[in-house]
């Protein structure tokens, strides 16, 4: 099916003797969305056994931990030993007796943490982005090509690829449902999303990575963060195409501007391709405003229309609509990573969600400078959002992070 793989090969299976064995796994970043994602490594095949948890937060490590005993019993093995706490702990777990790693940090991490894996010979899942600024970007590209070297999986948490009706979509595009096309247009518009207020014992660290979605240096804004599903969606139709220039704007409207960190609330932008095509995005996180969560396409025989989880229909010479319940694509993630691992054939999805987090760091480094950017200026840009990961430590200081104002913003 189109788009399910970007990269395959075969690997050692996972097997004893013509037996499954068991897959161990370790789970790095106890939030939401990480104990999420581990639940989901345990549905995806009976003999996965979480071996290894870490986190910088204690109760958030004792939340998940409680709440996976509950649920699988002997299947989590994980005790005092295998129990890391710190900024360092992510090393610990990676370096413990564990086959696969689940990196579910805020994503300013994850390239310092999915290199190490790799080049500990771990499989990975990795939530998107992957990177919050170009130089992590490259770092991450490291990651994907001495992946590739050792055959290890790579799966991302670019979850619309792993929706069988947009698999259906893209493969009907792909093969000519609509002609040719002509333009591409996606919306990410909804509400603001969960804050935690400050309590008197958190530090000025502790109470930003509380609330990481805010904060520039560990989330990237929410173009990078979140509405970046979008712009995956869109590099999925055109093949992961790379743009030449991006044009984007964005600002702070109804979030004040003494809370809730330093990122926008919302954001637009142009993405210019070398034959004069143009694609279109919108994002925006603003409470009382019409959500819309859509990806058109227009060709020169028909058009896509697609509302996420909704509605997915192609009109014009090659009509289709979806009439299938969709599938969890969160969980389909895992169980293709594990069936991955287990029957020896790596799968890789590095070349697009490099592409796709480009995108987006791209986009948001436009509408902060508020300049058109190419591609060869954007991706020799040297600027980092904030310190090296093992640079971080509970004592260290830090320094007041300002809002981007378009026109005296510099790229560097």
């Known amino acids: 099916m189109a788009g399910a793989f970007a990269f395959s090969q075969q690997v050692s299976a996972h097997t004893t003797e013509g037996k499954?064995?068991?897959?161990?796994?370790?789970?790095?970043?106890?939030?939401?969305?990480?104990?999420?994602?581990?639940?989901?490594?345990?549905?995806?095949?009976?003999?996965?056994?979480?071996?290894?948890?870490?986190?910088?937060?204690?109760?958030?490590?004792?939340?998940?931990?409680t709440a996976l005993k509950d649920k699988y019993g002997a299947r989590v093995t994980v005790d005092e030993q295998t129990s890391f706490l710190g900024f360092d702990a992510y090393e610990r777990l990676i370096k413990s007796n564990v086959d696969v790693v689940l990196l579910c940090t805020p994503p300013n991490f994850r390239p310092a943490h999915?290199?190490?894996?790799?080049?500990?010979?771990?499989?990975?899942?990795?939530?998107?982005?992957?990177?919050?600024?170009?130089?992590?970007?490259?770092?991450?590209?490291?990651?994907?090509?001495?992946?590739?070297?050792?055959?290890?999986?790579?799966?991302s948490g670019f979850c619309f690829r792993y929706s069988f009706p947009n698999r259906q979509v893209i493969a009907r595009v792909h093969g000519g449902a609509i002609g040719d096309i002509k333009s591409v247009s996606t919306f990410r518009h909804g509400g603001e999303l969960s804050y935690k207020d400050r309590k008197p014992e958190w530090s000025d660290l502790a109470y930003q990575l509380r609330n990481w979605y805010y904060y520039q240096r560990y989330s990237g804004d929410i173009i990078v963060e979140q509405t970046i599903h979008s712009l995956d969606y869109m590099s999925w139709i055109l093949n992961d195409a790379l743009p030449q220039k991006v044009t984007a704007t964005g600002g702070?409207?109804?979030?004040?501007?003494?809370?809730?960190?330093?990122?926008?609330?919302?954001?637009?932008?142009?993405?210019?391709?070398?034959?004069?095509?143009?694609?279109?995005?919108?994002?925006?996180?603003?409470?009382?405003?019409?959500p819309r969560n859509t990806v058109e396409a227009m060709g020169t025989q028909g058009h896509v229309n697609v509302a996420l989880n909704s509605n997915y229909e192609i009109f014009g010479a090659q009509p289709w609509k979806n009439s299938d319940r969709p599938n969890n694509m969160y969980q389909t993630q895992h169980d293709e990573l594990f069936k991955a691992v287990r029957s020896g054939v790596a799968v890789n999805d590095g070349d697009f969600m490099v592409k796709s987090t480009l995108l987006a760091i791209w986009s948001r480094l436009?509408?902060?400078?508020?300049?058109?950017?190419?591609?060869?200026?954007?991706?020799?840009?040297?600027?980092?959002?904030?310190?090296?990961?093992?640079?971080?430590?509970?004592?260290?200081?830090?320094?007041?992070?300002?809002?981007?104002?378009?026109?005296?913003?510099?790229l560097h």
């Open 20 to 65: 499954a064995s068991p897959i161990r796994v370790g789970l790095v970043g106890c939030g939401g969305r990480g104990t999420g994602a581990v639940f989901q490594a345990l549905d995806a095949d009976p003999h996965v056994q979480v071996t290894a948890l870490a986190d910088i937060f204690e109760d958030n490590l004792a939340d998940t931990l």
């Open 114 to 155: 999915l290199l190490l894996a790799i080049k500990e010979g771990k499989h990975v899942f990795c939530e998107k982005p992957v990177a919050v600024d170009i130089p992590g970007l490259h770092q991450v590209e490291s990651a994907v090509k001495l992946a590739k070297e050792k055959k290890l999986c790579l799966v």
């Open 252 to 290: 702070r409207q109804s979030r004040p501007w003494n809370k809730f960190g330093n990122v926008y609330d919302h954001f637009t932008a142009e993405y210019a391709y070398d034959d004069g095509f143009r694609a279109f995005h919108f994002g925006r996180q603003q409470n009382g405003t019409t």
């Open 366 to 410: 436009s509408a902060y400078s508020g300049k058109s950017i190419g591609y060869e200026e954007v991706i020799n840009l040297q600027e980092r959002l904030g310190p090296p990961t093992e640079d971080y430590h509970w004592d260290m200081e830090i320094d007041a992070l300002a809002i981007a104002r378009p026109g005296s913003y510099t």
